[in-house]
T-cell receptor
Framework: AQTVTQSQPEMSVQEAETVTLSCTYDTSENNYYLFWYKQPPSRQMILVIRQEAYKQQNATENRFSVNFQKAAKSFSLKISDSQLGDTAMYFCAFLEETSGSRLTFGEGTQLTVNP | GAVVSQHPSRVICKSGTSVKIECRSLDFQATTMFWYRQFPKKSLMLMATSNEGSKATYEQGVEKDKFLINHASLTLSTLTVTSAHPEDSSFYIC????????????FGSGTRLTVV
């Protein structure tokens, strides 16, 4: 079974600074997809960024970027120029093509952006 | 963009009663929807996969007779918590995919269920 590990239960960063959230996963599959989701206090789950395992290029979405290391099974999220609105729980998620479309989530990292 | 509407956002019910939660895909058809349960400050736990026109697939440990799932159309899935008890109090979230699951899921806004 696939597992996703987020080793940082809580993190904090000053506004305008950069922070990196870590995520590792375990799988024997070669084709899969990785996601970062954000859950602010409203508890609405929001897709932040997506990475396809067969693409070597790291995904980027504005201030959000990932460092995808396939051999190390690592998928970290970097948030640049942190904003107060980035305060949220961040979940790393894994999807493999043969899983029946089921997402496997990590335990989450609570990020607090301080003014 | 894809929107998944979930209602109600909050519900309080008495022990022993049943409560229904609706999940609608507003601008797309969803042959598959997913139901999750989330405890405070915890991750999402998949309860079941809802397939249009067929029986739902439940995860191990989830009581299918307590958590009834119906997916009667391509835009609506419902979760009914039957004979609710205080331990069923939780946050329930549904999700669906517009472009195919490989592109990620859109989530409903969740339902906070409190059983008193």
């Amino acid at each position: 079974a696939q597992t996703v590990t987020q080793s940082q239960p809580e993190m904090s960063v000053q506004e305008a600074e950069t922070v990196t959230l870590s995520c590792t996963y375990d799988t024997s599959e070669n084709n899969y997809y990785l996601f970062w989701y954000k859950q602010p206090p409203s508890r609405q789950m929001i897709l932040v960024i997506r990475q396809e395992a067969y693409k070597q290029q790291n995904a980027t979405e504005n201030r959000f970027s990932v460092n995808f290391q396939k051999a190390a099974k690592s998928f970290s999220l970097k948030i640049s120029d942190s904003q107060l609105g980035d305060t949220a729980m961040y979940f790393c998620a894994f999807l493999e093509e043969t899983s029946g479309s089921r997402l496997t989530f990590g335990e989450g990292t609570q990020l607090t952006v301080n003014p | 963009g894809a929107v998944v509407s979930q209602h109600p956002s909050r519900v309080i019910c008495k022990s022993g009663t049943s409560v229904k939660i609706e999940c609608r895909s507003l601008d797309f058809q969803a042959t598959t929807m997913f139901w999750y349960r989330q405890f405070p400050k915890k991750s999402l736990m998949l309860m079941a996969t809802s397939n249009e026109g067929s029986k739902a697939t439940y995860e191990q440990g989830v009581e299918k007779d307590k958590f009834l799932i119906n997916h009667a159309s391509l835009t609506l899935s419902t979760l009914t918590v039957t004979s609710a008890h205080p331990e069923d109090s939780s946050f329930y979230i549904c999700s669906a995919s517009l472009l195919g699951t490989n592109y990620g899921y859109t989530f409903g806004s969740g339902t906070r269920l409190t059983v008193v």
